[in-house]
T-cell receptor, first 113, second 111 residues
Framework: ETGVTQSPTHLIKTRGQQVTLRCSSQ?????VSWYQQALGQGPQFIFQ???????GRGNFPPRFSGLQFPNYSSELNVNALELDDSALYLC????????????FGAGSRLTVL | SQQGEEDPQALSIQEGENATMNCSYK?????LQWYRQNSGRGLVHLIL?????REKHSGRLRVTLDTSKKSSSLLITASRAADTASYFC???????????FGKGTKLTVNP
């Protein structure tokens, strides 16, 4: 059984650029949730994908968008990067829609300069 | 916004001692979960307690839930240096797809 894998692990971008983060869900899981964790804070819910459809969204602007693929892997895209987007982006997979027990990946640390 | 608030923000103890962390939340919940995070890495699920449960055990972990006070506690008994991490409570309201995390308690267990 493979866990949740995220790529890249670290990346540096400049303001205004775009970034794509990738996530492979745990085997057998069909739901992916994305969270943003700023330094010293708890994770904040960005959105969830279930069966390739967005299934709920947190308080994030439209420049945060996502996709889920038929194999349940997922992408998080952020356009027009701002300095405040610097954070650890966590992907979590689970079985079924809703807020079930989450299996997290190690995260992608994004620095925006 | 974050619903859960952990207390204390930081806790430093010696190996072998017990560690108690508290979590308060604001709205009614379906369940409450505790997660551990080592040094800014991914979170690891520890335990889930449902709103109709009052206490749950898993190994050295004991979780209590008081829905009338909207609070939960996580007790780690006989702590080890490897327990050094940040601990987060996360709440879920019925029908919601998201977990709402607190800011966490940073636990340091000194050898």
């Amino acid at each position: 059984e493979t866990g949740v894998t995220q790529s890249p692990t670290h990346l540096i971008k400049t303001r205004g650029q775009q970034v794509t983060l990738r996530c492979s869900s745990q085997s057998g899981h069909n739901t992916v949730s994305w969270y943003q964790q700023a330094l010293g804070q708890g994770p904040q819910f960005i959105f969830q994908y279930y069966r390739e459809e967005e299934n709920g969204r947190g308080n994030f602007p439209p420049r945060f968008s996502g996709l889920q693929f038929p194999n349940y892997s997922s992408e998080l895209n952020v356009n027009a990067l701002e300095l405040d987007d610097s954070a650890l982006y966590l992907c979590a997979s689970s079985l079924g829609a809703g807020a079930n027990v989450l299996t997290f990946g190690a995260g992608s640390r994004l620095t925006v300069l | 916004s974050q619903q859960g608030e952990e207390d204390p923000q930081a806790l430093s103890i010696q190996e072998g001692e017990n560690a108690t962390m508290n979590c308060s939340y604001k709205t009614s919940i379906n369940n409450l979960q505790w997660y551990r995070q080592n040094s800014g890495r991914g979170l690891v699920h520890l335990i889930l307690i449902r709103s109709n449960e009052r206490e749950k055990h898993s190994g050295r972990l004991r979780v209590t839930l008081d829905t009338s006070k909207k609070s939960s506690s996580l007790l780690i008994t006989a702590s080890r240096a490897a327990d050094t991490a940040s601990y987060f409570c996360a709440t879920n309201r019925g029908g919601s797809e998201k977990l709402v995390f607190g800011k966490g308690t940073k636990l340091t267990v000194n050898p």
